[in-house]
């Protein structure tokens, strides 16, 4: 088992740093989150099957398409589902952030993840400042990157 995911002494909730994961993309390659630092990031536990997730992906999409460019990274982390299930929603979608596979569910345990759709941001030293339970709007996603700045 990889070392990072040994449960942290404290866990990974606001105000403390977000462990670091390898999961692969839908084209099989790593990503890591530690290879993120110094920009903020949004990691969005999401599965198929779950309609509020669903209503929440286009909005996530704005926000990426708007601020990807100024350092904001959106990381799609689907819980436990079949990478074809998982590709055929993302097409149809049309959605352009990374994907992330937790099939196993490892990840997604390590974060304490309770109920879907689930979203943390990261600032820019790697330290969570806010999650958000419960669908995304708009408005909400630019509340938050306007926190990361105050951090």
């Known amino acids: 088992?990889?070392?990072?995911?040994?449960?942290?002494?404290?866990?990974?909730?606001?105000?403390?740093?977000?462990?670091?994961?390898?999961?692969?993309?839908?084209?099989?390659?790593?990503?890591?989150?530690?290879?993120?630092?110094?920009?903020?990031?949004?990691?969005?536990f999401w599965a198929v099957w779950c309609g509020f997730c669903r209503i929440e992906m286009p909005e996530i999409e704005a926000a990426y398409t708007t601020y990807h460019k100024q350092g904001f990274v959106v990381l799609g982390i689907n819980v436990g589902e079949r990478h074809d299930v998982v590709r055929e929603f993302v097409e149809g979608m049309g959605l352009s952030f990374p994907i992330l596979l937790d099939g196993d569910t490892e990840v997604t345990s390590a974060y304490?993840?309770?109920?879907?759709?689930?979203?943390?941001?990261?600032?820019?030293d790697g330290v969570i400042y806010a999650v958000h339970v419960g669908p995304l709007d708009k408005a909400s996603i630019e509340r938050y990157l306007a926190q990361a700045g105050a951090q």
């Open 1 to 44: 088992e990889a070392a990072a995911l040994t449960a942290p002494s404290v866990a990974p909730h606001k105000g403390h740093t977000a462990p670091d994961f390898p999961l692969q993309n839908l084209d099989g390659q790593p990503v890591n989150l530690d290879d993120l630092g110094g920009q903020v990031v949004m990691l969005n």
């Open 112 to 124: 304490e993840i309770r109920g879907l759709p689930t979203s943390l941001f990261i600032n820019q």
